[in-house]
């Protein structure tokens, strides 16, 4: 008999409970697991000892539902990357000497980039050292959907099902009066616009926006910009648009920073503005007419009462699968989405090679980006659609969704 | 048989839709009635004769649904106020023209406090010129909840529970690093505190935000308010912050305003950010911890996918009652939500004048705000509570919600 110890790492999501609820389920119905470990803020938790036993806190179908409409980890998380071996080997065995104390053969790490990384080096570190009876294993995690060899992340639908639904409000928001009016919508992703171009699912059942979806993947240029801005004022009273946080000029640098000199009149000093905030004020002074921005913030990421089903089903599968795995003795691998076909929606999962996915990023294709720079193609819609189906029943109590907390 | 004809107007909700559902209904189901027409954009609208017959439009049960789950003025909307006509009797004679040429009968606008300033002139020019066949009533909208003379607006419980319920999911985002780490959310309302007042409902169920709540019918300390955040610093690493667009320091100037000089450092000239923003910077200047601000935006007006039951129901009531009242002969009143009791919440609709709701706003009482400035009391829970009760079933499609649109 051994435990198993699963951890949330990274930046939170609406899912991401959902795979530790997986992970849960088959630790505590394996005959062969004892008891099932959680350990407090990731990989800092372990090596500071603090776990918490879930058995008996989840071991009834209410809590594991409420889990689910839970966003954010339920465990707590951590920004910790791991030393390499070479360069220092104390963190390394110091987390093995707390397997051993705790007795856990099967350790699932649930994150994005960074906590792949640790999943690497430990598993890697486990094989140099002949150490087989300890099993890792990764559950993907990440809003921005930029893991590599998934097809999807857990967490994005969720994320894309609220920017769209958002979209189409804001939409019917925008259009109520007769004046021309722009109104800015900034959405998260720095390095990947997969979030971003999921603004575009909110005019799938003919809302009017976004008219105009920047991608940070494309060089952006503020003088196409006002063109396409002016040009669609001369269409429709109200534009709405959709931009990453993170777009940036042909020169690969930040709008937010390479705007500074031109918005002098506005901004005196380099401030902590986003990107929406600053084509607001170009738009204010280069147009001149009614122009607002808006941040979709931290609510794209935890707006849980509104999540996908589709997700939080695959979200939960994907914890399974990678309890199993462990379970039957693999290691060094993360738990993946490989898509089968797309009309049907059909998906498997499958075991890809961690170092394929540690430390690196995957940006939407250019050719899933129009030309012009602007909008996103069918392609890139048929990919999305079935990542934000189904709507979960939400529990609610005083009229407001009730979590779960483990402590 | 005469015509009855509604418009709304004034910033968009989530409920000023189900107040025309039952406005319309009312005037399909009266047998005295042949034609009902909306103008679009309000008193614009009718001017510039924009009417849209809705008999056919919305004679089925589906429209009839789809229109209560849609945000925003399905008609359309203005921000006009008439002159008064001892100014100019252009505008009167004008609106009077085409309710005869449109054999209108009875007039009903739904809007705030500029709306029923129109209800009142329009009534009131009327009774004086004894037009005495043209029945004008105001049915009441605004999810700043300061209107005067009803218990509560339509469109502010919706806006309620957006907002607990994104404070609860907040509170869960929050709370995942180890890390002290200051959130401030600003919550719209320049002039009453409604609104960010019931943030303190996203504490309901257990969720720990908002920490600290400040309305703007309290002058706003930025000393007090760092000493509060130092505070709940000693106490937990997430603090969570709820403030008013509108906070205003002693002299009862808006902080964005007064604060410029204290962030000269960060914000060199005066920029269009919001009170969160500012506080921001000071908590980054004076404590240095992680902090960073969110504003609900346009999110907290638009958001019907998670519109309170409660909400649309009397929403629809009230125009209902509206469209009755003048249908009887009523005119130059509102129809308001008298509260009979809290627990159980039980309420009437009454019809009160329109002079004493025109142009006049209804604050926060101060009883209702702690002492310190930095909380509400449980009267303010207890009166907010019954406004956000219920879920309603949202009618999805490819994923997103489904929106009517009249034109």
């Known amino acids: 008999m051994k435990n198993l110890l699963v951890a949330q790492s990274g930046g939170p999501s609406a899912a991401i409970n959902a795979t530790l609820c997986g992970v849960v389920e088959k630790g505590l119905a394996d005959k062969n697991i004892d008891k099932v470990y959680g350990a407090q803020n990731g990989i800092i938790g372990i090596l500071a000892e603090r776990m918490v036993e879930l058995n008996a806190l989840l071991s009834n179908p ?97 994320a894309a099902k609220y920017i769209a639904t958002t979209f189409s409000e804001i939409a019917c928001d925008c259009n109520v009066y007769a004046l021309p009016a722009v109104t800015i919508v900034e959405v998260m992703g720095r390095d990947a616009g997969w979030l971003t171009a999921s603004s575009v699912l909110g005019r799938i059942n003919g809302d009017s926006a976004p008219d105009l979806i920047y991608l940070c993947e494309k060089p952006f240029s503020v003088d196409g910009f006002l063109r396409d801005v002016r040009e669609k004022l001369g269409e429709k009273h109200a534009v709405v648009i959709a931009v990453s946080e993170g777009i940036k000029n042909e020169a690969g640098e930040y709008i937010t920073d390479c705007l500074q000199d031109r918005t002098t009149d506005a901004f005196g000093h380099k401030i902590l503005a986003g990107a929406a905030k600053y084509l607001e004020e170009i738009v204010r002074q280069e147009i001149g007419c009614k122009v607002r921005s808006v941040e979709l913030n931290l609510m794209q990421r935890c707006a849980s009462h509104v999540a996908s089903a589709a997700d939080i089903y695959e979200s939960r599968l994907l914890g399974m699968a990678a309890a199993d795995y462990a379970m039957a003795g693999g290691s060094g691998k993360m738990a993946a989405i490989k898509r089968i076909s797309t009309k049907p929606y059909q998906f498997e999962i499958e075991f890809v090679e961690i170092e394929k996915i540690a430390n690196q990023v995957k940006t939407v294709p250019l050719k899933w980006i129009h030309e012009q720079g602007n909008d996103v193609t069918q392609e890139m819609i048929d990919y999305l659609l079935p990542l934000i189906q189904g709507e979960l029943p939400c529990t609610y109590e005083n009229g407001v969704p009730v979590h779960f907390r483990l402590f």
Request: charged share 25%; glycine share 8%.
């Open 62 to 158: 209410q809590s594991l539902q409420l889990l689910c409409q839970t966003p954010s980890s339920a465990l707590g998380s951590c920004r910790m990357k791991l030393s390499h071996w070479e360069e220092s080997t104390f963190e390394f065995e110091k987390i093995i000497s707390i397997f051993r104390k705790y007795n856990i053969g099967y350790f699932i790490y649930i994150g994005g980039n960074d906590s792949m990384d640790t999943v690497h080096k430990l598993s890697e570190y486990c094989r140099l050292r002949k150490i087989n009876d300890i099993c890792i294993m990764g559950a993907p995690k990440t809003i921005d959907n930029d893991l590599m060899e998934t097809d999807h992340c857990p967490g994005f639908g969720s």
